[in-house]
């Protein structure tokens, strides 16, 4: 594999990092996390980088190691040291996203990596966000096994929390880009995982879907509670943390929905007030001044994405649908964006559209099936088209 050709760094993985839901157990030691790289490009090197973001403590991270996944490759499975200035270990502080070295390791487009960290000293678990789909998997092991082939079964469980690791990167050909994905819970979930099967599939093969996203976010207000400090950071402290995105040059932003269901007034929810509710007009001034302000000024592209319908959630009225139908109007129709993903359209009934089509309700009537949610990828695949 020649590196003359591999000249531009792209992200080929990316998740957020926030703050993660706070139970009785904040802290880990003696552990290792593995998490399953999906690799969409060829390349000869990769960078990682790691975040503390939410954090409010230093962490170390005693080393870190990338190695080939699965029995299928001819090249080396020897795990590959990710170092930092040279150094294996690193200390990572509070509110801080760091780098590590250009790591040489020849990937193949389609082929996976895993990334295992080790932690040997008390660890605060605050930085990382839940994510599911297909492509969304990961385990963590008690005991150092950062460079064992296969995690000991009798001390290694499946977690969907994605810890520390924010961005994997790739230096690959100078055709290839990045797409990112920015949203809360339903972006958090399968669409983009279903959106990166599809465009290879569909044989769109220089782009990577990188996803920021985390449950319960909104646009103009975030929670100050434990109890609700798992729904993150609002959209003008997420959104150019976020962007931080090598090769990318697009964005869909399907974000709002819980700006609108989640007020309900001090005396059902101290936390919730009434004066949390946003107008029309403030959502989409939110979307004006945070996302496309900050979008236009990295050059990228920006496409809307509606907000799905919400009959039958535990908050859902009237005035809060007119809200999302307004809303949804604009984002489909303002000529500040390159474009519109219509999600609300590909999942909702069209005999009654304020509801989800049938078996495209996940049964909380908020969140899409699996099945809707490869509907949702295949809507957003035409911006690939």
């Not at 503390?52 to 040291?81: D, W």
């Not at 487009?109 to 932690?119: H, K």
Request: aromatic letters at 12%; one cysteine or more.
């Amino acid at each position: 594999m020649s590196e003359t050709k591999y000249t531009k760094w792209v992200a080929c993985w990316g998740n957020a990092t926030s703050i993660t839901d706070r139970t009785t157990a904040v802290y880990a030691k003696d552990i290792t996390l593995r998490y399953p790289i999906r690799i969409c490009f060829s390349g000869s090197k990769l960078r990682f980088r790691f975040s503390n973001l939410t954090g409010t403590e230093p962490i170390e991270m005693t080393n870190a190691f990338v190695a080939r996944a699965g029995s299928s490759s001819s090249k080396t499975k020897e795990p590959v040291a990710i170092t930092f200035h040279g150094f294996q270990t690193v200390q990572i502080r509070p509110g801080q996203e760091i780098e590590s070295d250009e790591i040489s390791f020849e990937v193949t487009a389609g082929e996976t990596v895993n990334v295992s960290m080790y932690f040997a000293g008390y660890t605060q678990m605050n930085a990382g966000t839940l994510i599911t789909g297909p492509l969304s998997t990961g385990k963590y092991a008690y005991g150092n096994f950062a460079t064992t082939v296969e995690l000991p079964a009798d001390l290694t469980r499946n977690t969907n929390w994605f810890y520390f690791l924010n961005t994997v990167d790739v230096l690959t050909e100078e055709s290839n880009h990045a797409l990112v994905c920015f949203g809360d819970s339903i972006t958090a979930q399968s669409w983009p995982d279903y959106l990166a099967l599809q465009a290879w599939d569909a044989g769109k093969r220089n782009v990577s879907i990188i996803r920021r996203a985390v449950s319960g976010t909104r646009i103009l207000r975030e929670y100050s509670c434990i109890t609700y400090a798992a729904y993150g950071l609002k959209g003008a402290t997420r959104f150019p943390i976020e962007m931080n995105v090598a090769g990318a040059d697009a964005v869909i932003i399907q974000h709002g929905i819980n700006d609108i269901i989640h007020p309900v007034g001090v005396e059902v929810n101290k936390f919730r007030p009434w004066s949390d509710m946003p107008t029309t007009a403030d959502l989409i001034q939110g979307v004006q001044d945070i996302y496309l302000a900050h979008a236009r000024k990295l050059g990228l592209k920006v496409y809307s994405g509606t907000l799905l319908p919400i009959f039958g959630w535990r908050t859902y009225n009237e005035n809060r649908d007119i809200i999302r139908n307004e809303f949804n109007q604009w984002l489909r129709t303002s000529d500040q964006f390159d474009g519109c993903v219509d999600f609300d359209k590909a999942v909702r009934n069209a005999a009654d559209i304020k509801k989800f089509a049938e078996g495209f309700d996940s049964g909380d009537h908020l969140h899409p099936s699996e099945k809707a949610y490869q509907a949702m990828a295949a809507e957003a695949l035409k911006i690939l088209q």
